[in-house]
């Protein structure tokens, strides 16, 4: 059974510190998605990561994939008030089938 | 475009009661998927469909059935609800089943007494 381990699950960072979040998974799979909930809402694609050593930026936050290790990082750089949020990555070890993770809950204070 | 679209946004049954949850989306989409997200934790797979005219379960299918009606449209029944299926439930599609980001719907807030 794939496990999916997010941390930390609780963050509360200031504003602008950096700080990651890291994404632990138990079986071998070279796709690997993260997305943003904010409360009572749906969910959010951020980034997409589909092979060894990919990296993604957008913003502020910067996404990166270790298929040796089965870890991925998303890392947030000079945080704002505005990445206030739940961030949870999910793997794709077999085709439609994801497991995702716990989610991080991130509150940036002033 | 509206996306992917989920009705209805709220419902309340009692136990034993059975209910349809409707989804659609209109970008075209291969695949689609029912997920359940229940408090303080992720989305659990229930069932997708990875093109028209395919199903197959996700992690937890057990109690529901699904129905993929068209390339648009992906159904979820409850044939019997339970407690058990108190949850958030939200569709999602994908341009393919392998590899591509999940648009996901508003979600539809269940409650099962």
């Known amino acids: 059974e794939l496990k999916v381990e997010q941390n930390p699950l609780f963050l509360s960072m200031q504003e602008g510190k950096n700080y990651t979040i890291y994404c632990n998974y138990s079986t071998t799979s070279d796709r690997l998605y993260w997305y943003r909930q904010d409360p009572g809402k749906s969910l959010e694609s951020l980034f997409v990561?589909?092979?060894?050593?990919a990296v993604k930026q957008e913003g502020r936050l910067m996404a990166s994939l270790d298929t040796k290790a089965r870890l991925s990082t998303l890392h947030i750089t000079a945080a704002v008030h505005d990445l206030s949020a739940t961030y949870f990555c999910a793997v794709e070890p077999n085709a439609g089938k994801s497991t995702f993770g716990d989610g991080t809950t991130l509150t940036v204070k002033p | 475009n509206a996306g992917v679209t989920q009705t209805p946004k709220f419902q309340v049954l009692k136990t034993g009661q059975s209910m349809t949850l409707q989804c659609a989306q209109d970008m075209n989409h291969n695949s689609m998927y029912w997920y359940r997200q229940d408090p303080g934790m992720g989305l659990r797979l229930i069932y997708y469909s990875a093109s028209e005219g395919t199903t197959d379960k996700g992690e937890v299918p057990n109690g529901y059935n699904v129905s993929r009606l068209n390339k648009r449209e992906f159904s979820l029944r409850l044939e019997s609800a339970a407690p058990s299926q108190t949850s958030v439930y939200f569709c999602a599609s994908s341009e393919g089943p392998k590899g591509y980001e999940q648009y996901f719907g508003p979600g539809t807030r269940l409650t099962v007494t």
């Open positions: 990561l589909l092979s060894n050593g």
